[in-house]
């Protein structure tokens, strides 16, 4: 029984491409986010989605584009990637109000 | 704006020392305060929280933290560590409007034989 899934785990990738990185959550929460770690291993948050809506966005690139289509899914697509997209991305979510934090096991994101 | 500061980047003990992770932050309001801890190729896991209340905080593993809001640290221990307890530690405070957290940089926790 996963609480939070993503799928790839791992993803290599070239300069330019597209891509998406996919969550889904089977705890019924109402949150859910998205955190990149660098490769210092610094964890920032990127976007938080309440029931579907964004809540938060810290000063990403408009190349990153969250998609929610249901509570249970939050979705990141990337668009031209570059270099410095390179990290593990982790999705995570949390009970609406209460802030302890379900991480997913992350995906390697490899540009080349 | 809140921040964390976890000192040092590394810590060793040997098997059945004291663990002993700093923990200060910085916040605006009263804060909740947490720390996972992150295995080789994982996602990080919950050890423990402070929300309200008691100030000293028990965890998974046999570890606890205890909050002083005289020093702004939730640092975080353990009498007598294992093997299994390397790893990385992440100390967090949380936005409690917008329930996001704010990581520290984390500690890589050495156990040595």
């Known amino acids: 029984d996963t609480a939070v899934s993503q799928t790839p785990k791992y993803l290599v990738t070239q300069m330019g491409n597209d891509k998406s990185i996919k969550c889904e959550q089977n705890?019924?929460?109402?949150?859910m986010y998205w955190y990149k770690q660098d490769s210092k291993k610094f964890l920032k948050i990127m976007f938080s989605?309440?029931?579907?809506?964004?809540?938060i966005n810290e000063t990403v690139p408009n190349r990153f584009s969250p998609k929610s289509p249901d509570k249970a899914h939050l979705n990141l697509h990337i668009n031209s990637l570059e270099l410095g997209d390179s990290a593990v991305y982790f999705c995570?979510?949390?009970?609406?109000?209460?802030?302890?934090?379900?991480f997913g096991p992350g995906t390697r994101l490899t540009v080349l | 704006a809140q921040s964390v500061t976890q000192l040092g980047s590394h810590v060793s003990v040997s098997e059945g020392a004291l663990v002993l992770l700093r923990c200060n932050y910085s916040?605006?309001?009263?804060?909740?305060l947490f720390w996972y801890v992150q295995y080789p190729n994982q996602g990080l896991q919950l050890l423990l929280k402070?929300?309200?209340?008691?100030?000293l905080v028990k965890g998974i593993n046999g570890f606890e933290a205890e909050f002083k809001k005289s020093e702004t640290s939730f640092h975080l221990t353990k009498p007598s560590a294992h093997m299994s307890d390397a790893a990385e530690y992440f100390c967090?405070?949380?936005?409690?409007?917008?329930?996001?957290?704010?990581f520290g940089k984390g500690t890589m926790l050495l156990v040595s034989p």
């Open positions: 916040s605006s309001v009263p804060p909740y």
């Open positions: 402070y929300t309200t209340g008691a100030t």
């Open positions: 705890l019924g929460h109402d949150t």
């Open positions: 995570a979510s949390s009970p609406l109000e209460v802030d302890t934090q379900y």
């Open positions: 989605y309440n029931n579907k809506e964004l809540i």
């Open positions: 967090a405070v949380s936005d409690r409007r917008y329930s996001t957290l704010t």
